[in-house]
Nanobody, 125 residues
Framework: QVQLGESGGGLVQAGGSLRLSCAAS????????MGWFRQAPGKEREFVAT????????SYAGSVKGRFTISRDNAKNTMYLQMNSLKPEDTAVYYC??????????????????WGQGTQVTVSS
């Protein structure tokens, strides 16, 4: 089992940057594929980015590709989401998620077994 906790959210102006962190408990962090999802008020939770166990493979939602970068440091049991050129439509609660299972695609929320509590990101125009 793994416990996840996000940090780094906040209020930023459009065009600004934030870096989210997801700290994981336990000694087997590298055995989990990880992902970031977000949920805006009144909307369903949506995929943002995913990173493989080694960090060598990443995938992004089209709406954030080229602006966001997902990474992980297995020695620190931490995953990151660097968010640049933020837009008001990026406003949402951001969640990190983990799964120990193997899939061909990690972009569906229901594939993840463990979730953090979320961190609010608000981008003002």
């Amino acid at each position: 089992q793994v416990q996840l906790g996000e940090s780094g959210g906040g209020l930023v102006q459009a065009g600004g940057s934030l870096r989210l962190s997801c700290a994981a408990s336990g000694r087997t962090f590298s055995s989990y594929a990880m992902g970031w999802f977000r949920q805006a008020p009144g909307k369903e939770r949506e995929f943002v980015a995913t990173v493989s166990r080694s960090g060598g493979y990443t995938s992004y939602a089209g709406s954030v590709k080229g602006r966001f970068t997902i990474s992980r440091d297995n020695a620190k049991n931490t995953m990151y989401l660097q968010m640049n050129s933020l837009k008001p439509e990026d406003t949402a609660v951001y969640y990190c998620a983990a799964t120990a299972n193997y899939y061909s695609n990690y972009e569906r929320a229901h594939l993840y077994d463990y979730w953090g509590q979320g961190t609010q990101v608000t981008v003002s125009s």
